[in-house]
């Protein structure tokens, strides 16, 4: 799926699970860094799709973070927000090497990771999670629509 | 209390997860699966098993098609700039000969010229070029 997609679902999925939303939307674009490279052309060791997209290097992560962070909160959200990346890129046709080292592609093969309608129904749905979930969100909007102020307001 | 908390965020999780599930199987559904014709799903139908000749012929054109010849000719691979590695060979019936380009994506095969080959892919035209397409481990020598 594309980044719009994979950035508001980790996030959203931070709220719903109560966990660092930072993390868990940094960890839901992270497998795409390869990307980065390919735009700027520059090399980078592993194909797309490949080694960065599997659980075994969460795992490495995971354990480095905790190492480094001693914040398990964090390293939930890091996590969450990796799985909800391989998890929605599992749509995908070609699938994801979900217990890599073996070269077994899993998929539910439901749209193409450009589909037009699941990517951006995928940021739709996930917005509006994001709103019942952080009402602070809503309130702000609706008193900026309305030109109201909460001065005084308890 | 806290168990009703944490049953409610439960159930929530998992419409919403259910949700974005719905959302990519309507996406699919609603643009079509012609869209993007996997070659290589085990449900596909099965192709009858055509010559080089034949194919270039009828120019099945995104079409799902099985090819036996002969390996002519053997091309350096090709690195796309996403990292994604292809071999791409001929192959020929012995009086035509047409491209086959593989990702190595889920592995490579071992082919050598004058190697019989079958070939399971979708056959599509590239600028000027017709060529099957497929994944390498489609390919089987024979």
Same mark, same amino acid.
């Given at each position: ?12 999925? %931070? ?52 190492? #480094? ?9 890091? %996590?969450? %927000? ?28 439901? #749209? ?5 309608? #699941?990517?951006?129904?995928?940021? #739709? ?30 | 209390? /806290? ?25 699919? =559904?609603? *643009? ?15 192709? $009858? ?8 012929? $009828?120019?099945?054109?995104? +079409? ?16 796309? &700039?996403?990292?994604? @590695? ?10 035509? $000969?047409? &491209?086959?380009?593989?990702? &190595? ?7 050598? +010229?004058?190697? /019989?080959?079958?070939? *399971?892919? *979708?056959?599509? &035209?590239?600028?000027? *070029? =017709?060529?099957?397409?497929? $994944?390498?481990? /489609?390919?089987? @020598?024979?």
């Amino acid at each position: 799926m594309l980044f719009q997609a994979h950035f508001f679902f980790a996030l959203a999925l %931070g709220y719903v699970l109560k966990l660092p939303a930072k993390a868990a939307v940094l960890a839901g674009v992270l497998p795409d860094l390869d990307t980065a490279f390919y735009a700027l052309g520059l090399p980078f060791p592993f194909i797309h799709r490949g080694f960065l997209h599997t659980p075994i290097i969460l795992g490495v992560i995971l354990i480095g973070m905790y190492l #480094a962070t001693k914040r398990a909160d964090i390293c939930a959200g890091f %996590g969450a %927000g990796f799985l909800s990346h391989l998890f929605i890129d599992t749509f995908n046709p070609t699938g994801i090497m979900w217990l890599y080292p073996l070269p077994t592609f899993f998929t539910l093969d439901l #749209a193409t990771y450009s589909n037009a309608i #699941a990517n951006w129904g995928i940021v #739709a749905w996930s917005i509006a999670f994001i709103l019942i979930f952080n009402a602070r969100i809503i309130t702000k909007l609706n008193l900026k629509s309305l030109g109201l102020k909460m001065r005084g307001i308890k | 209390m /806290n168990l009703n908390k944490d049953l409610l965020r439960l159930g929530i999780l998992a419409l919403f997860l259910a949700g974005i599930l719905g959302i990519a199987w309507a996406g699919g =559904y609603l *643009t079509g699966r012609t869209i993007y014709v996997n070659p290589f799903q085990d449900d596909q139908p099965a192709e $009858e098993m055509g010559s080089v000749s034949q194919i270039l012929q $009828e120019l099945p054109l995104d +079409k799902a098609v099985s090819v036996e010849g002969m390996v002519s000719r053997i091309l350096s691979d090709y690195t796309s &700039k996403k990292g994604y @590695v292809y071999q791409q060979f001929y192959i020929t019936d012995g009086s035509k $000969e047409v &491209k086959v380009f593989c990702s &190595k994506y889920k592995g490579s095969v071992d082919v050598r +010229k004058s190697d /019989n080959v079958s070939v *399971t892919g *979708t056959f599509q &035209k590239y600028g000027s *070029t =017709y060529e099957i397409y497929t $994944e390498c481990t /489609n390919v089987e @020598v024979i």
